[in-house]
Each structure stands twice: as structure tokens, then as C-alpha cells.
T-cell receptor, first 113, second 113 residues
Framework: DGGITQSPKYLFRKEGQNVTLSCEQNLNHDAMYWYRQDPGQGLRLIYY???????QKGDIAEGYSVSREKKESFPLTVTSAQKNPTAFYLCATREVTSGGVEFFGEGSRLTVL | GDSVTQMEGPVTLSEEAFLTINCTYTATGYPSLFWYVQYPGEGLQLLLK?????DKGSNKGFEATYRKETTSFHLEKGSVQVSDSAVYFC????????????FGKGTLLTVNP
């Protein structure tokens, strides 16, 4: 089936540990995005990539890192420098010709213990 | 910069009631406008969109009309169901070279039987 797969769905982390969230797509979309969602704050853009081997910071990039070595994959690392990492993380993709429509994965919920 | 303002929730309705969720935007030019829906524990799904002034987007009984004179894109449904309970996000995008969606903060809708 075509779509976006995020894993893991739930993740627990101890303070001071880095953790990597996976996002894989088989939609052949060029652009990929990572958002953070907190209650009452909507979606905030962390990083985005419009093409392989290139990515840009979004509005809240501090404490996060990404890579885009393959078109299908855009992993997000939440580092120990992120002061408040507990949140719901959403990956999205967009085809250039879609008129701005973004397609979302099911999300990953990270809890720091 | 671009911004989207949605009515704050939560909104609680009885089944078969009429729904309106207000959305206004600030943007230059002629953005495309979107409504996304997020069911509990899931990612976002596109509900409807409109790409130019006076366009009406519609899907699953929901409608929204792109009003440039009032910079609005209010979401309406004539008779809500319990299954419509979700968070609704209004968003805009300029398309073309614009790289991302700008989201409102979301409105939680709860429909009681």
C-alpha cells in the first residue's frame, strides 16, 4: 500500500538520551516535513527537505537533527539538547504538483521519563 | 508573515446540530486554503481545499468557501455525527515555490449522541 510509515508509534526515553524517529514513504514525493504537536499549540515545523541531500530548519529546529540520504526516508533525531522533547511528532510529504497538499503519517508519541 | 487564526475550542455539539468553525487568515497574494482533520491518536487527513477566491471546497458533508474580501475560510456542516469528533485545522499555502503549510492552532470538536 502507498503511504507514509512512522515508527515507533510510542517511544519512551530517559533524560539525556538521543532518540531517532523513522519516517519512510513510498509515494515518490520530493518534499518531506517533520512537525511537533503539543496540546493547544497546533503544529510547529521542525525541519523540512525539498530534495535528497538537502534540508532546512523550520521554526523550532533547536535540539533536533535530520538527514535525507534517500528520497524515501527522512529520520528525525531528538537530541539531549532538546529541553522539552515530550510531544507527538508528525511526518508529512508533499508532491510538488499537488498544489500544496501535504500527506501525513500516523505520528510517533515520545515520552521522556 | 502568513498566519491563520481559528476559533478556539473546544466545541461541543449534540448529534445533528449545525457546525461552524471560523477561520481567518493573513497572507499576501492569493494563497490556497485547506481544512485538515485529525482523529484521536492519528495523523492529519486533508478534508477539503480551495485554491482561488469564491471556490467552495466540500467533502463528507463539510463545506468551506474561500472569501477573499473577508480573508476567511469557515468550515460548516449541516448535521454533525458522533464520528465527526476530532480536531480540525485550517491551513494556507501559496503553492509554487512556497515550501510549507501555515496551520492554525486547531479546534477540538466533540459531538455527543
Amino acid at each position: 500500500d502507498g503511504g507514509i510509515t512512522q515508527s515507533p508509534k510510542y517511544l519512551f526515553r530517559k533524560e539525556g538520551q538521543n532518540v531517532t524517529l523513522s519516517c519512510e514513504q513510498n509515494l515518490n514525493h520530493d518534499a518531506m516535513y517533520w512537525y511537533r504537536q503539543d496540546p493547544g499549540q497546533g503544529l510547529r515545523l521542525i525541519y523540512y527537505s525539498q530534495i535528497v541531500n538537502d534540508f532546512q530548519k523550520g521554526d523550532i529546529a533547536e535540539g533536533y537533527s535530520v538527514s535525507r540520504e534517500k528520497k524515501e526516508s527522512f529520520p528525525l533525531t531528538v537530541t539531549s539538547a532538546q529541553k522539552n522533547p515530550t510531544a507527538f511528532y508528525l511526518c508529512a510529504t508533499r508532491e510538488v504538483t499537488s498544489g500544496g497538499v501535504e500527506f501525513f503519517g500516523e505520528g510517533s508519541r515520545l515520552t521522556v521519563l | 508573515g502568513d498566519s491563520v487564526t481559528q476559533m478556539e475550542g473546544p466545541v461541543t455539539l449534540s448529534e445533528e446540530a449545525f457546525l461552524t468553525i471560523n477561520c481567518t487568515y493573513t497572507a499576501t497574494g492569493y494563497p490556497s486554503l485547506f481544512w485538515y482533520v485529525q482523529y484521536p491518536g492519528e495523523g492529519l487527513q486533508l478534508l477539503l481545499k480551495a485554491t482561488k477566491a469564491d471556490d467552495k471546497g466540500s467533502n463528507k458533508g463539510f463545506e468551506a468557501t474561500y472569501r477573499k474580501e473577508t480573508t476567511s475560510f469557515h468550515l460548516e456542516k449541516g448535521s454533525v455525527q458522533v464520528s465527526d469528533s476530532a480536531v480540525y485545522f485550517c491551513a494556507l499555502n501559496h503553492g509554487g515555490s512556497n515550501y510549507k503549510l501555515t496551520f492554525g492552532k486547531g479546534t477540538l470538536l466533540t459531538v455527543n449522541p
